[in-house]
């Protein structure tokens, strides 16, 4: 398995919350959406997912290879967006993406290419000499998702990726994880509520109080209807059988 | 490029830019400078009751008496503007919330870490060069002529001060670090402050590692080598522990 992999996976914190015994295969060249309402345990299996979390049972893979083990090798094959861009407030948006780069392990040579590229892709271009600090917070968004999207990464995660991005920036971000994903990439994106990515998804799981307790139909006219209906059937169920 | 080279190339590229680590070198060496020469200033004024205040040392005329008092400051200060540094090197990433980006990357934390780390005592000495400068160029602008080979050791040490204080403070980003901010750092370095004039006072001298650098500037003849050795010893070890940390670190809290 090249793409994502989680089997199992368990991580809970005090009190309770986390995820728990969480299956989930995004194959690589499909786009994955993962909703769930808030707290329902999409950031925590994205940390589980990019080794920012080791997990109490069950395993993770990204690209074959486990995240809190595998060293530097997942630089270059994975990029990701988990709560906060990459993005430094006092350097500018090409700054922030040559460093970007250079994380990634793009080569020095090739790095003023990349940035280049990835500033026009997603829109950035009149912002490459303004320090991210001026920037609004959407265009920040869109920084990091340029960074993390620029070495065409062969596994893409990103949390809420659509947060605070203008309509244009959400249609730009869709048409470059549509691009990756026709290229192979494997690609998770998570929401919580079903936005326009979410929509271009080949496949929507849902996930509540930590669990996976579905998926959904993607192209379903009564898409909406359908998620939350599967929630609320999930939590009468847990009502009636405590955890 | 290897990945400790990538890494001092990123941490460098920050720093540079920002307007913390300029901010802090320029503050920390503009007030030893104005606490040094106004104590020069004190010393010439002839007034008996604050001449005594300065000590003989501080009171005595030419490079003796500024580099005197010179080192007394310096140190003390240098170290809570290194305190500053370090714990904002560390501690931003956590603080600015970029930390969940330095995950799955070809450049590793642990060696982030440590560029970061080898970064704040490469900014020290550059402070401490600095510091020097200013100061022979203010003993130059009182009067004092070019000094004599005896002042221009201290003037060396003075130098060396600021790298080696930023040596045995690593204890700050391990702080901010564990305390995921600056302000873990920060209170850190004052407790380390705090920590070396108690101890120095009850005789532990040079052997607490925090107070070597101090210590050894004033007079190197009563610091032994080992102590010396001690203290860089020991701060290299808290900055391997910090790159340890930074490699193993989960985002749990």
Do not use: C
Request: aromatic fraction near 4%.
């Amino acid at each position: 398995m090249s793409g994502i992999e989680a089997v199992g996976a368990t991580r809970l914190f005090a009190g309770g919350a986390g995820v728990r015994g969480v299956d989930l295969r995004v194959e690589e060249g499909r786009i994955h959406a993962l909703v769930g309402l808030n707290g329902a345990g999409k950031s925590t299996l994205m940390r589980l997912l990019l080794g920012m979390l080791t997990p109490q049972s069950g395993t993770v893979r990204l690209a074959g290879l486990d995240p809190r083990a595998s060293g530097t090798a997942l630089g270059a094959l994975v990029g990701h967006l988990v709560e906060y861009p990459l993005a430094y407030g006092e350097l500018t948006g090409r700054a922030n993406l040559e460093l970007g780069a250079r994380l990634h392990g793009v080569a020095g040579p090739r790095i003023p290419q990349t940035v280049d590229a990835v500033l026009d892709e997603l829109g950035l271009r009149r912002y490459a000499e303004v320090r991210a600090r001026r920037m609004s917070l959407g265009n920040r968004q869109r920084l990091g998702l340029a960074s993390a999207l620029q070495h065409h990464p062969r596994v893409i995660v990103l949390d809420e990726p659509t947060n605070a991005l203008d309509p244009s920036g959400v249609i730009l971000l869709r048409e470059a994880l549509l691009r990756r994903a026709a290229a192979g990439a494997a690609v998770l994106v998570s929401s919580h509520h079903l936005d326009e990515v979410a929509r271009i998804a080949d496949d929507i799981t849902v996930i509540n109080a930590g669990r996976v307790i579905g998926g959904l139909t993607p192209g379903d006219r009564e898409l909406e209807h359908a998620f939350f209906e599967l929630v609320h059937a999930d939590d009468l169920a847990r009502e009636e059988v405590p955890a | 490029m290897t990945g400790f080279g990538s890494a001092l190339r990123v941490e460098w590229r920050k720093a540079r830019a920002s307007r913390v680590v300029a901010a802090t070198a320029l503050l920390t060496i503009a007030g030893i400078a104005t606490i040094v020469l106004s104590f020069r200033g004190v010393a010439a004024s002839g007034d008996p009751q604050l001449i005594a205040k300065l000590g003989e040392a501080g009171a005595a005329p030419g490079w003796p008496g500024l580099l005197a008092i010179a080192l007394q400051v310096s140190a003390p200060a240098l170290l809570l503007g290194i305190t500053v540094l370090h714990s904002w090197l560390a501690g931003r990433e956590f603080a600015d919330g970029t930390v969940t980006g330095l995950y799955a990357l070809s450049v590793g934390r642990g060696q982030l870490a440590s560029a970061k780390l080898l970064l704040g005592v490469l900014v020290a000495a550059g402070m401490g060069v600095a510091l020097a400068a200013v100061l022979l160029v203010g003993g130059l602008l009182l009067g004092y002529g070019p000094p004599a080979t005896a002042d221009a050791a201290v003037l060396a040490r003075v130098a060396l001060l600021a790298p080696f204080s930023a040596v045995v403070a690593t204890p700050v980003a391990l702080a901010a670090t564990l305390g995921r901010g600056l302000l873990a750092g920060v209170a850190t370095g004052f407790v380390l402050l705090a920590g070396a004039q108690v101890l120095v006072v009850a005789g532990a001298g040079a052997w607490f590692p925090v107070a070597a650098p101090a210590l050894w500037a004033l007079d190197p003849a009563s610091v032994s080598g080992a102590a010396v050795a001690v203290a860089l010893a020991a701060g290299a070890l808290v900055a391997a522990l910090t790159a340890l940390v930074w490699r193993r670190l989960q985002l749990d809290r």
